[in-house]
């Protein structure tokens, strides 16, 4: 059952990540005269989700393929669970930081 709800929940990231790239491309054809400042924010959270997208694909493919049946490989941390976690906390700060606050 554990390893079912992996991959469901990769198969959810890989359509959210499908849909952020026509939202990435969109805006790119949308509006081609924003700031330059904009759009590197824009591709830097777009490659942000890219990695994050790939690292946990990594680690599913590792549970699931690679290391199937052997549950001592779940007490160790890999690399792509690190990356993973790194560019998702990475891609919610730029948000927050460009994110105007609106006092309550």
Same mark, same amino acid.
């Given at each position: 059952?554990?390893?079912?709800?992996?991959?469901?929940?990769?198969?959810?990231?890989? #359509? $959210?990540?499908?849909?952020? =790239?026509?939202?990435?491309?969109?805006?790119?054809? @949308?509006?081609?005269?924003? @700031?330059? @400042?904009?759009?590197?924010?824009? /591709?830097?959270?777009?490659? #942000?989700?890219?990695?994050?997208?790939?690292?946990?694909?990594? /680690? *599913?493919?590792?549970?699931?393929? =690679?290391?199937?049946?052997?549950? +001592?490989?779940?007490?160790?941390?890999? $690399?792509?669970?690190?990356?993973?976690?790194?560019?998702? *906390?990475?891609?919610?700060?730029?948000? $927050?930081? @460009? =994110?105007? +606050?609106?006092?309550?």
């Amino acid at each position: 059952p554990s390893l079912g709800a992996l991959l469901i929940g990769l198969f959810v990231s890989c #359509c $959210l990540f499908g849909v952020s =790239t026509v939202q990435t491309y969109k805006y790119y054809t @949308r509006f081609p005269d924003d @700031r330059a @400042r904009l759009k590197i924010m824009v /591709t830097v959270i777009w490659f #942000c989700e890219l990695g994050h997208y790939i690292c946990i694909s990594d /680690t *599913v493919y590792n549970l699931a393929v =690679t290391h199937f049946g052997d549950p +001592s490989v779940l007490l160790k941390i890999s $690399l792509s669970t690190i990356i993973a976690v790194f560019c998702g *906390v990475y891609r919610c700060a730029v948000i $927050l930081h @460009r =994110t105007p +606050s609106h006092p309550q």
